[in-house]
């Protein structure tokens, strides 16, 4: 490395993001469980909405979103004003930090969390803060104790990703009001729709002046191909990230795509429907099997094994019949599985290995 051409402080503090696996050596026809993936795909209607963009990839896309937010708006009872679009919530993660955070700021996020916050954080130069959990769910009275005067974003998803934990809008609530003057308030709502008559945060954003909710279409639309997510907050803050959104961020295919995809929320009941009774059948029967799980209210069980060799046992003897699940070593949690809730064909393979793998038949 050149001594004289370096990166900005914090760049070379970054673990490269692992996606989760996606093939086993040998084995042609796998289970991918690893990235909580949609095991249905899209809805017809984004299928059919992909197809007709193909007649306007000449064009330039639009740059103020205007259909797909007023869609969005329309769904979840939203001012369209106030709600930005970006290349999946991540990027509604970076230009949050881009605009809020820098040298000698501090962005404060849970032992369990995702990843994409340290990332995002120590790209810009701030210093990342990391609190403990209970029992693999947020503590609000610990993030309270990080803060200070330096705080200036605080992550959360509910549910949170891992864990599949949540906390109540009365714990979010609280938080939101006692944090510093300075810090926003990010509720990161990727698992949102998985919970029956949950908004998000969004009527807690609506409340406040310092919290911002993101929202994606990789999860229970089954888009994540497609790179599509969202943000809403207070005017002030909309006003400043789209000072730093490029203009054409988003295509027409994922503009057009997505504003079908939110319209048929049939689609999205129907997942969250059937996600729901699968996950509960999965855990139960993993539970059976001595492999407890923390009640998921996402698309996904973290399965508890006695210690890591087990993990990691179980892992390979997954694989070697074609399912592949998350290692959550990177997430502070060696000795647990993340596994995708699939369809129910998958969700039986699942508990007949794990099964196989305790010796029980
Ligand atoms: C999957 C996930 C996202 C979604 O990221 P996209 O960039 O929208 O694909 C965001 N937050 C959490 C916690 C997630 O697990």
Redesign the pocket.
Known sequence: MSDQIRPQPGILDIALYEGGKAHVAGVANVVKLS??ENPFGPSDKAKEAFGRTIHSLHRYPVTDHADLRTAIAEVHGLDAGRIICG?????I?TFLCQAYAGPRDEVVFTEH??L?YRISALAVGATPVEVAERERTADVDAILAACNRRTKLVFI?NP???TGTMISAAEIARLAEALPPEALLVL?G??AEYVEGYDGGASLVDARDNVVM??????IYGL?GL???WGYGPRHVIDVLNRIRGPFNLSTTQLDVAEAAVRDQDFVAKCRTENARMRSWLAGALAELGVPSDTSMANFILARFANVAEAEACDAFLQGQGLIVRRVASYKLPHCLRITIGDEASCRQVAHAVAQFKGVK
């Open positions: 990235s909580n290349v999946g919530s991540d990027e993660i969390g995702f994409m998803a949170n990703n891992p990161d990727a698992y993101t929202r994606t279409f990789s999860k994540g790179r599509i997510g």
